[in-house]
């Protein structure tokens, strides 16, 4: 069973706005990861975020965490059609990936 | 440095046969995972090797095997293979156990069975 949840399931939006995907999870946690995936291709580690932090930045990423809500929130700014893909959350030791958010950058 | 090398991409197999799918961690990693991606199911957790002992193992039938070798390099074995094993093998390795730190995927193996 899926550990996480993303949020929407599906994105689409215009080069240059912003992406905004949510992600909630069932158990405490150590850590929260967020990675990329392009078209059936194999996962990018994007960002780490540990369960003692709150927010997090790489570049036009912007991770959040909320512990109490069990929920984090990855923010990619001024989008570029190379960030199309599939977006994943992963907690656990066993590194249990949620549902995805496929994100789509029109031009 | 090199990445996650994962051999071979494709493979097609007949039911009831059996596969073994290679994975080369990058250089001084020790942790690999196994991963198995379906349109169904999603991704899914298969097994996790950290110098050469088996950590974690996930959901899967007595089908499903791995090793891992001393150096680094790790393995996954399918037996008496059904159709519902075609799906994208996902290899990560990772200089720690347990995914404290970010793992390093391969591109996969894609396996179709027929």
């Known amino acids: 069973s899926q550990q996480g949840e993303e949020d929407p399931q599906a994105l689409s939006i215009q080069e240059g706005e912003n992406a905004t995907m949510n992600c909630s999870y069932k158990?405490?946690?150590?850590?929260l990861q967020w990675y990329r995936q392009n078209s059936g291709r194999g996962l990018v580690h994007l960002i780490l975020i540990r369960s003692n932090e709150r927010e997090k930045h790489s570049g036009r990423l912007r991770v959040t965490l909320d512990t109490s809500k069990k929920s984090s929130s990855l923010l990619i700014t001024a989008s570029r059609a190379a960030d199309t893909a599939s977006y994943f959350c992963a907690t656990g030791n066993k590194l249990t990936f949620g549902t995805g958010t496929q994100l789509k950058v029109e031009l | 440095k090199a990445g996650v090398t994962q051999t071979p991409r494709y493979l097609i197999k007949t039911r009831g046969q059996q596969v073994t799918l290679s994975c080369s961690p990058i250089?001084?990693?020790?942790?690999v995972s196994w991963y198995q991606q379906t349109p169904g199911q999603g991704l899914q957790f298969l097994f996790e090797?950290?110098?050469?002992?088996?950590?974690n193992k996930g959901n899967f039938p007595g089908r499903f095997s791995g090793r891992q070798f001393s150096n680094s390099r790790s393995e996954m074995n399918v037996s008496t293979l059904e159709l519902g094993d075609s799906a994208l093998y996902l290899c990560?390795?990772?200089?720690?156990?347990?995914?404290?730190?970010?793992?390093?995927f391969g591109s996969g193996t894609r396996l179709t069975v027929v």
């Open positions: 250089s001084g990693h020790r942790s």
């Open positions: 090797y950290f110098s050469e002992t088996q950590r």
């Open positions: 158990t405490s946690i150590n850590n």
């Open positions: 990560a390795s990772s200089s720690r156990p347990e995914a404290n730190y970010g793992y390093t």
